[in-house]
């Protein structure tokens, strides 16, 4: 039987509060599946579009200068705001890990297919260059950026959901894009193309980039708390780090 908390949190009927520590080992219905999306729209959002700035004009507004990225990679932000809400930070940890390892293999990959000499005749060499051969420098401080901005998201949520007992997750869904997309923003951009992007372009696209990515955490909040809800009805459980070690740097859950 899950152990229960020691403070009161008013949850729905069929969902039972527990500690992290309750969980541990347990086998959970819908976890792998969760882990198998973020690794996707991780690896996706890496290859496609990391690299590309992308400009629309907008009614009212005028043109709005963004990395392409930004049209699926805050679905990682909310698919994690999931997991560490449901699960808790350990195992939001883990999946951040994995989306790490999946993301330089698929990296890995594409240099060496680009790498290997083409055919004769074959055409294709250099579209495939520019769209899959990621310069080592862009793959860095995109892992590097995904994997602080991640853990501060996991970590931010986790305590917060603590401190208000499991109330208004609005609040920390949005704080902890707010946080994560922040420390990966400031990662990512001037490690990536300062330099090689004008400085101005750099500041336009990582402010706006993170001004999107936190909009979109915001506008996705009906979603965020439907999906957070279905979840823990089929777990029957909701998770509270109260108890739980949130060093970075290990994968045991």
Avoid: H
């Amino acid at each position: 039987m899950d152990r229960q908390l020691d403070v009161a949190v008013q949850e729905p009927e069929g969902v039972v509060a527990v500690p992290a520590s309750a969980i541990l080992g347990r086998r959970l219905r819908f976890y792998d599946y969760c882990m198998a999306a973020f690794a996707v729209i991780l690896v996706c959002s890496n290859l496609i579009g990391a690299a590309k700035v992308a400009r629309i004009e907008l009614p009212w507004i005028g043109g709005l200068t963004f990395g392409a990225g930004i049209l699926f990679f805050p679905l990682s932000y909310v698919l994690g705001d999931v997991l560490t809400e449901v699960y808790g930070y350990a195992r939001a940890r883990r999946v951040v890990w994995v989306g790490f390892a999946a993301s330089a293999f698929a990296a890995g990959m594409a240099a060496f297919i680009v790498w290997i000499p083409p055919a004769p005749g074959w055409q294709g060499q250099e579209a495939m260059a520019q769209v899959l051969g990621q310069v080592p420098r862009i793959f860095a401080a995109s892992i590097l950026a995904f994997w602080a901005g991640e853990i501060a998201n996991a970590f931010v949520l986790a305590r917060m959901k603590v401190w208000t007992k499991g109330r208004w997750l609005w609040t920390r869904t949005i704080g902890s894009t707010a946080v994560g997309q922040g420390v990966d923003s400031l990662i990512f951009y001037p490690l990536a193309f300062l330099g090689v992007w004008a400085p101005d372009l750099v500041l336009t696209v990582m402010a706006t980039n993170y001004l999107l990515k936190v909009g979109w955490e915001a506008a996705l909040t009906p979603v965020t708390y439907a999906i957070v809800g279905a979840f823990k009805r089929a777990e029957g459980l909701d998770v509270f780090d109260v108890d739980t070690d949130f060093t970075p740097f290990r994968t045991r859950v």
